[in-house]
């Protein structure tokens, strides 16, 4: 009698978060969705947006107002702001192709100050 059972093994980790267990896969496997856009990036971008069409429309006058409407500090809106004010074709990469920028949060807020024509390399290298 011959075994034709193949066997496949998969080393996956076992691990609780929020009190649940989670099953990692291998160390050495990047799932799609992790190479893809980072979610901050896209709701920092939104925020921005949002903040800025309510300054425009009137809705807020200052980024104070802004701020205590969404229990943060002015210096947060402020920064988070600037984001609003990327080039058209950085925008364009970020939320439609959703390619995920070179850079940290932070330094694409830094970024978001520089001429548009600078824009595109500093964010995508």
């Known amino acids: ?12 980790e076992i691990r609780r978060k929020n009190g649940r267990p989670k099953i990692l896969p291998p160390a ?5 969705a992790a190479r ?11 925020r921005a947006w949002s903040w800025r069409r309510r300054l425009e429309r009137g809705e807020a006058s200052t980024l104070q107002d802004i ?5 943060v500090t002015d210096r947060f809106v402020s920064r988070v702001m600037r984001l609003a004010f990327l080039a058209p074709d950085v925008l364009e990469k970020l939320l439609v192709h959703r390619i995920a920028p070179a850079l940290s949060l932070n330094d694409l807020i830094a970024v978001a ?4 024509a ?3 390399d500093k964010v995508f290298g």
């Not at 009698?1 to 996956?12: E, F, K, S, Y």
């Not at 893809?36 to 939104?46: E, G, I, M």
């Not at 100050?113 to 548009?116: A, G, I, L, N």
């Open 1 to 12: 009698m011959t075994d034709n059972t193949i066997r496949v093994v998969v080393p996956l």
């Open 28 to 32: 050495d496997h990047t799932p799609a």
């Open 36 to 46: 893809t856009q980072d979610a901050h990036v896209l709701r920092a971008v939104a």
């Open 67 to 71: 701020a205590s409407a969404e229990k």
């Open 113 to 116: 100050e520089r001429p548009w």
């Open 118 to 120: 600078e824009q595109m």
